[in-house]
């Protein structure tokens, strides 16, 4: 447990979508409950981002919502692994209509029939990478199977981009968003020397001054790339 990662999400302010433990498995039956609790608190006290929880186990969903453990905050994402058929079995465990869920179907093993679940909100396709002897060789019907249901269902499918995965699919990869998770773009951030207002005067062996005629202020010279934080388009 490395709690000094804890006040990570609240130093970060501007508003993202953030994977929790994306290399390991936080409700596994090793992770005791307060361990958890304490990853919750630290989401929870930064409120303006998106949290996305995935899990092989989501029984732990299940228990810790019996005790009153699972937050219900909307910006909570609860979902589980899916890579075979035998798998939808996970999917009663889910939150359901109280929380926002998903599945990832990744690695994609064989055909799955997802027509039953339309309850659900976002779904996740992948391949299996890399170079295992018995690697799996993902087929484009398994993919359109999934697509043809989610789409009847009004979900959202989002494809994780991979070499195999855009070879069999032979096309532009499907990669959408929930609405709750899509965050607007970026707007560049002004560089000085291309603006109208960045009067630039030559001094000789010492270079050139950059003056912001809007702002009034001189530029120092460490934001010849970018604009100063007092930047008065930037702030716009």
């Known amino acids: 447990m490395h709690k000094y990662r804890l006040a990570m999400p609240a130093q970060k302010k501007k508003p993202a979508n953030i994977f929790v433990c994306s290399l390991g498995d936080l409700f596994g039956p090793w992770i005791p409950d307060t361990w958890i609790e304490e990853v919750f608190k630290a989401c929870e006290a930064a409120p303006w981002h998106n949290y996305l929880f995935m899990t092989r186990y989501p029984q732990r969903y299940e228990q810790m919502s019996s005790i009153g453990l699972l937050p219900r905050s909307e910006n909570f994402w609860y979902g589980t692994t899916v890579t075979r058929s035998s798998d939808l079995d996970q999917i009663v465990f889910l939150p359901r209509r109280q929380h926002n869920q998903f599945i990832n179907i990744e690695p994609l093993l064989e055909e799955i029939d997802i027509s039953d679940i339309d309850f659900m909100d976002w779904i996740i396709i992948g ?110």
């Open 127 to 236: 391949a299996e990478t890399g170079n295992r002897r018995d690697k799996v060789k993902l087929k484009q019907e398994w993919i359109e199977t999934i697509i043809t249901a989610a789409r009847a269902a009004e979900i959202p499918v989002f494809m994780n981009s991979s070499k195999e995965l855009e070879k069999v699919w032979d096309r532009d990869l499907i990669q959408e968003f929930p609405t709750e998770l899509i965050r607007p773009e970026d707007k560049p951030i002004p560089y000085c020397k291309k603006c109208e207002h960045c009067k630039i005067t030559l001094e000789g062996k010492r270079g050139s001054r950059h003056d912001c005629m809007k702002a009034g202020k001189h530029i120092p010279g460490r934001y010849a790339r970018t604009s100063p934080s007092w930047c008065p388009i930037r702030n716009e």
